[in-house]
């Protein structure tokens, strides 16, 4: 998979600066009305993806959650709605966004972990999470690393989702799409009156997606990293894909009781 080492070496050489810079402090502006500008940009759509994403993670009492880039909590969220004795971790190096998530946690009266942390090197012990979830950000992270990292903290049997907007894979609708998002993003900055940094941010928004993957393209790098049963779902011809994958059993002999069920070790 040269491919996939190639296509990580140059985003992280032309993004590098910005992943280490200024992005951080862009999110920290936004936190305040992060969700808002991303339902505004989307028309609407994000919510109604999330709830379709969500939707499909298996939940049982008791599971313990990591939400990796989780941001202002919105998935962890839309989780405990579902089953409200889940065991939710959030992680995410942004302290605004966390504590916007927090409070929105408390709110609705439930309960997580957060932690705030770089996600390239999750503090975790291996096998510690029988489903890791990460919504909103693979574009902003070096994957092969992060996506090794989850794999190591999931634990055998355990289900990783994903979802985020990708890069379509008609090369006519790449085009469109980033027409649109440049011109949304533009709009989006007017209504919310977004600061310097949210504005300095703009083209790199831009080019994050034309130098991501398609959504063929992240399920191959998930298998690369060692995800087995590998699954992905488009909406819009790419422009936001659900994937999942499943951390490989060590013993065969071991059985799943039921579908999205976790493989105790033994």
């Known amino acids: 998979m040269q491919e996939i080492i190639e296509r990580e070496n140059i985003r992280e050489q032309k993004f590098k600066e910005t992943w280490n810079g200024v992005l951080g402090d862009a999110f920290t502006d936004l936190s305040s009305y992060y969700d808002a500008a991303n339902n505004v940009a989307s028309l609407g759509m994000w919510n109604k993806w999330r709830k379709d994403f969500t939707s499909g993670i298996a939940l049982r009492p008791g599971m313990r959650v990591l939400d990796v880039c989780a941001g202002t909590n919105a998935v962890s969220i839309q989780l405990l709605k579902k089953q409200p004795e889940l065991r939710i971790t959030t992680i995410d190096r942004s302290q605004a966004m966390q504590e916007v998530g927090e409070e929105r946690i408390r709110r609705l009266g439930f309960d997580v972990e957060s932690v705030i942390s770089d996600v390239h090197k999750l503090p975790f012990p291996d096998n510690t999470f029988d489903i890791v979830i990460l919504e909103a950000a693979s574009r902003h992270l070096r994957l092969v690393e992060v996506f090794s990292e989850i794999l190591r903290v999931l634990k055998p049997g355990g289900s990783f989702y994903h979802c985020d907007m990708l ?100």
């Open 167 to 266: 890069k379509p894979s008609s090369k006519l609708l790449e085009q469109a799409y980033l027409a649109y998002l440049k011109a949304s993003m533009f709009a989006t900055g007017r209504i919310f009156r977004s600061k310097g940094n949210v504005r300095s941010c703009a083209d790199y928004f831009i080019e994050a997606i034309r130098e991501f993957y398609t959504p063929e393209e992240l399920s191959l790098l998930m298998r690369y990293v060692g995800f087995v049963d590998v699954t992905d779902r488009s909406i819009f011809g790419g422009i936001v894909a659900f994937h999942e994958g499943t951390h490989a059993a060590v013993n065969s002999e071991l059985e799943q009781t039921q579908p999205g069920s976790v493989i105790a070790r033994p």
